[in-house]
């Protein structure tokens, strides 16, 4: 080997040798932009979600209103409430009242005494004379309601009444006054095997 060739290849060498190399690309560097894709779909999602949940709670803590109904209650004087037997249910002995839905009748005791209760009877009332007269009417057994004076006028009245429940027979009467005679009565029974519900029983008033 000559002097010249030597030279050639101790420059090659050389050559070879502070050649700069190549530099790898990371693998990292390929997932980079996927990386920060994911990054901004998870931020886009927490922003999503957080006002979601602002949404819902501005709405669940919504100020609620409600209607104010005001409800007016006229209160009897005390000049009515006296005036009246009963004053809790302001009626009189004898009135019409109303219990559960059904109809009755005001007892002396201030209770509405209905069918529920008590067998419902009527008494009719004749006037034999021309004029008006009063009538004290008792019943046995005891009536549970009905009215004890019953102002009879000359073409007559009916009244109902309230007997105990579950009975078969009853007898009544009407006391009443005449100015010749004093006092007089009438006296009518009724009787049934099955029950008293319904009777219509006649008691004759009259002066002679």
């Known amino acids: 080997m000559d ?6 290849n101790l420059k090659n060498r050389w ?8 530099k790898g ?15 901004m779909t998870r931020f886009i999602l927490t922003i999503r979600c957080f006002l979601f949940a602002s949404a819902t709670c501005f709405m669940g803590c ?16 005390p000049e009515v409430i006296a005036s009246v ?3 809790v249910l302001m009626l009189d002995v004898g009135d019409a009242c109303e219990l559960n839905g059904g109809e009755g009748m005001v007892s002396a005791e201030c209770e509405c005494i209905t069918s ?3 067998d419902l009877i009527t008494l009719e009332f ?5 004029f008006e007269l009063v009538a004290t009417v008792e019943t046995e057994p005891p009536f549970l309601a009905g009215l004890t004076y019953v102002v009879i006028p000359p073409s007559g009245t009916t009244v109902s009444y309230y007997l105990p429940d579950g009975i078969t027979a009853f007898s009544s009467a009407a006391f009443f006054v005449c100015s010749t005679s004093g006092i007089l009565d009438d ?7 099955s029950s008293v519900e319904g009777a219509i029983v006649q008691l004759h008033v009259g002066c002679p």
């Not at 050559?15 to 190549?22: G, I, S, Y």
């Not at 004749?126 to 021309?130: E, G, Q």
């Open 116 to 118: 529920d209760s008590g």
């Open 85 to 87: 037997d009963c004053p």
């Open 62 to 77: 919504e100020k609620e209103t409600f209607d104010v109904t005001v409800t007016e209650v006229d209160v009897p004087s």
């Open 3 to 8: 002097d010249r060739t030597l030279i050639d």
């Open 187 to 193: 006296v009518a029974s009724y009787s049934n095997t």
């Open 15 to 22: 050559r070879a040798l502070n050649r700069p190399k190549k």
């Open 126 to 130: 004749i006037n034999d004379s021309s």
């Open 25 to 39: 690309l990371r693998l990292s560097h390929f997932r980079q932009p996927k990386s920060n894709h994911i990054i």
